[in-house]
């Protein structure tokens, strides 16, 4: 797993690395739109999840996303699917992330922290 922050970016290139290790085409990641930092590289979220809990994180901040390399600069790029993602409480009843204002704020923090 790796954390990345605005110190500590990751390119598309690491990313196509790293999905060849684990999935092939796809990289899993959890992004904390509070603090605009993310995990990456597990092979469940709730790994990458339970790394930002211990570290400070706060779970109604925590959204899974799904990152395809191969598509980096097209809408397929990031793809918002994770079990992790799934709270009735918060009004997210599906593992996508159903908030148009929280899928912005995940496509922001994408964009600072993913060197194309």
């Given at each position: 797993?790796?954390v ?9 290139e690491?990313?196509?690395?790293m999905?060849?290790?684990?999935f092939?085409?796809?990289v899993k990641?959890?992004?904390d ?5 993310m995990?990456?590289?597990?092979g469940m979220?709730?790994?990458e ?11 109604e901040n925590?959204?899974g ?6 598509q980096?600069?097209?809408?397929r ?19 996508g992330?159903?908030?148009p ?9 994408v ?6």
């Amino acid at each position: 797993m790796k954390v990345v922050d605005i110190n500590n970016k990751i390119s598309v290139e690491e990313l196509k690395l790293m999905a060849a290790k684990m999935f092939g085409d796809m990289v899993k990641a959890v992004v904390d739109i509070e603090k605009g930092i993310m995990v990456v590289d597990a092979g469940m979220h709730a790994d990458e999840e339970y790394e930002l809990l211990e570290n400070g994180s706060e779970q109604e901040n925590l959204w899974g996303i799904n990152f395809h390399p191969d598509q980096a600069g097209t809408d397929r790029f990031v793809v918002f699917d994770s079990m992790i993602n799934l709270r009735p409480g918060q009004g997210n009843r599906s593992r996508g992330v159903d908030n148009p204002e929280i899928q912005k704020k995940i496509k922001a923090i994408v964009a600072k922290l993913v060197t194309l």
